[in-house]
């Protein structure tokens, strides 16, 4: 009876549970999903990770390039994330050019790791004028249950951690490129933001990490990102109004799930030898 | 043809009373500024000029239609070139700020397009684009929960914060954000924020640009105003 009543009036279903200050999946009303990291996965890449959330999967892999440097900006290299949606994920994607929920997010990723900071562009230097690298970071969504966008965060960053470049020498002299394959240095990542995600359900209730049953049901969303102390975004793309408590609340379990994420994060990577 | 120029003396007062930092570039409208459209408006604040366009309610694309309300549409076009991801982005945080302005219950089936031209950017752009389409919607007379108004704010590195900061003051800031209020209860319904800041920070932009705000839909009442009264 419940499932029959879950596909006919799914907003009933869930406000009986979310009066008891429950969800459907058994979670608290801010609780995540189990998450699970696996860095290093792709051999083939420059950094890798998978992201699992729930049945959320998120697949990151780093390739580096070398190439010439903007012209007026000789010392900046560059950083090309893209988020695939493909109909791989979700039914709700059909084959073709990128959805505009995918371009959104890939807009999204710029905007993390520009706000962060937490790769100096400079430090992609390889010869002043000449050569820089160029970090192209694809991201996969493997399978679709809401909630990408913490997923894609957390998977970026787990990569970016993971991220060994080649050693590049540029003679002065004759100009000539040499790639030492055998030495690898890592690349600098100052810092660690994490990306929490709201949905508000009936125009009060806040939930966090949602399904995507919830995100369909959902009349508006607020992603936080933190890093330490310090906000890195506040994203409230429209939807229901919120009270500034409301938001609030947000920003602090926001605080408590970048500290969790960030032990994740340096948990996993030192479980792992590289 | 409906249309004049609205530079309100209420807002000047208010802007050389109110404290240095929640003064507002002066704002400029003109409403049915286009003759074929069902709404239009163009809205300069300070430098910074954007040209909304309202349709509707409208017939919507089948793939669209949803059967309990109706769909928004929104179109940014940017002063040059094709619309790029960061375009797509804007597009999306106003199309779902308006969806929740306006009483879409009312017209099921049905679209409302909100179409928005760049004309000059010069600083708190997304905030003046959404100004305009709230009154390029109040001029094709749709049905609305609440208005919307948007004010950005810059913080810059002594601490000090700006409100509808100008370009060049965008670039130097070391955060930006946008807040979008609602007309009812003065809550929260867009933010968009650029930039590393404290949570005190954040609390001290929210207060002010809210602030702020009151003068922008008594803008908007004033513009009204005066286009209603131009018609009588």
Redesign the interface.
Known sequence: MAEEIRLAQPKEYYRAFLEKEVRPDDRELGEFRPTVLNIGCVSTAEGSSLVKLGNTTVMCGIKAEVAEPRYGRPTEGYIVPNVELSPLSSPNFRPGPPP?QA??L???M??FL????CIKLDSLCISSGKLVWVLYIDLVCLDYDGNVMDACTLALMAALKNTSLPVVTVDEDTGDVKTHLSTHSSLSVDSCPVSTTFIVFDNTVLLVDPTREEELLA??AVTVVT?G????????????????EQ?EMC?ERAFVRGKEATALITDTLCSIDR | MASFIVLTEEQQRLQREAPPEAVLRCLTSELGCLTRQDGSASLSQGDTTVTAVAYGPAEVRMARERIDRATVEVVYKPKVGLPRPVDRKKENIIRNTLESAIMGSAHPRSAISVIIQETEDLGSNLACCINAACLALLDAAVGLNFMVAAVASAVMEDGKIVTDPEKKVEEKAVAVMTFVFESVDHKLVSVLTYGKFTQEQYKVCRDLCRQTAQSVFAFYRESLEKKLLKTV
């Open positions: 505009e371009q959104v890939s807009q999204n710029v905007d520009d706000t962060s900071q009349t508006g890093e102390d310090n906000l890195c975004s506040v994203y409230k793309p429209g939807g229901s109004p919120l009270t500034d938001v920003v």
